[in-house]
C-alpha cells in the first residue's frame, strides 16, 4: 500500500525558515517524481514544486529562488526547505507521488504552516 | 495555462446526473486530470489522462475531453460524493489546478 505522510509543519515569523519533510513508502521511491501541492486556509490547490527521480526540480514562481527541493531516495523522503517565508505562504501543504499523465496519484494528509508575527 | 472550471458550485439530488466543465487555455492535449476534496481531507485523485479512471474509484465517474475542453461526470450522485472537484492541467510547468466546483446534495 502507498503510502505518503509529512511532517515538520508549524508557527513561523515572517522571514523565518522551516523544513517539511515526507516520508513515502509501498513503491519504488527513486522510479517516481514526487510534488509538493499547498493550500491556502479556504482557498484552493496550488503547485509548489516537483523533485525527479534523478533530483532536478521545477519550482513555481511564487516560491522560486525561497524554497528548495530534495530528496534521499535511500531513505524514501522528500523535503522542502522553505526560507524568507511570507504571510502568504500560510497554507496546509500536500506530498504527492506523480502518477500517470502527470496526475498526482497519491496524496499525503498535509502538514500546516503559518507564517505569522 | 490558466484551468477556468464551471459552475462554480452545483446542488442535485441523489441520483441526477451532475456535469462539471474545465476549459484550458492553451491545447493540453489528454494532460488533463481530476480530483476529490472533502472538507478537513487531501484531494484524491479520480481521473487521469482526462478519462482514465483511477483504481478504486467508483464507475459512476467519469472524464472526457481533448484539446482545451473537458468533463467531469457523475453519473448517479451519491450522498457521498459531496465534495469540492478541481482539475489539474499536467502539460507544462507551472502546473495548475482550476478554481474548484463545489457539488452538494439536495
Known amino acids: 500500500e502507498v503510502q505518503v505522510l509529512e511532517s515538520g509543519g508549524g508557527l513561523v515569523q515572517p522571514g523565518g525558515s522551516l523544513r517539511l519533510s515526507c516520508a513515502a513508502s509501498?513503491?519504488?521511491?527513486?522510479?517516481?517524481?514526487m510534488t509538493w501541492v499547498r493550500q491556502a486556509p479556504g482557498k484552493g490547490l496550488e503547485w509548489v514544486s516537483v523533485i525527479y527521480g534523478d533530483g532536478s526540480n521545477t519550482y513555481a514562481e511564487s516560491v522560486k529562488g525561497r524554497f528548495t527541493i530534495s530528496r534521499d531516495n535511500y531513505k524514501s523522503t522528500v523535503d522542502l526547505q522553505m526560507d524568507s517565508l511570507r504571510v502568504e505562504d500560510t497554507a496546509v501543504y500536500y506530498c504527492a507521488k506523480v502518477g500517470e499523465s502527470s496526475s498526482f496519484d497519491h496524496w499525503g494528509q498535509g502538514t500546516l504552516v503559518t507564517v505569522s508575527s | 495555462i490558466q484551468m477556468t472550471q464551471s459552475p462554480s458550485s452545483v446542488s442535485a439530488s441523489v441520483g441526477a446526473r451532475v456535469t462539471i466543465t474545465c476549459r484550458a487555455s492553451q491545447d493540453i492535449l489528454v494532460w488533463l486530470a481530476w480530483y476529490q476534496q472533502k472538507p478537513g481531507n487531501a484531494p484524491q485523485l479520480l481521473i487521469y489522462a482526462a478519462s482514465s479512471l483511477q483504481s478504486g474509484v467508483p464507475s459512476r465517474f467519469s472524464g472526457s475531453g481533448s484539446g482545451t475542453d473537458f468533463t467531469l461526470t457523475i453519473s448517479s450522485l451519491q450522498p457521498e460524493d459531496a465534495a469540492i472537484y478541481y482539475c489539474q492541467q499536467g502539460s507544462t510547468f507551472p502546473r495548475t489546478f482550476g478554481q474548484g466546483t463545489k457539488v452538494e446534495i439536495k
Open positions: 509501498g513503491f519504488t521511491f527513486s522510479s517516481y517524481d
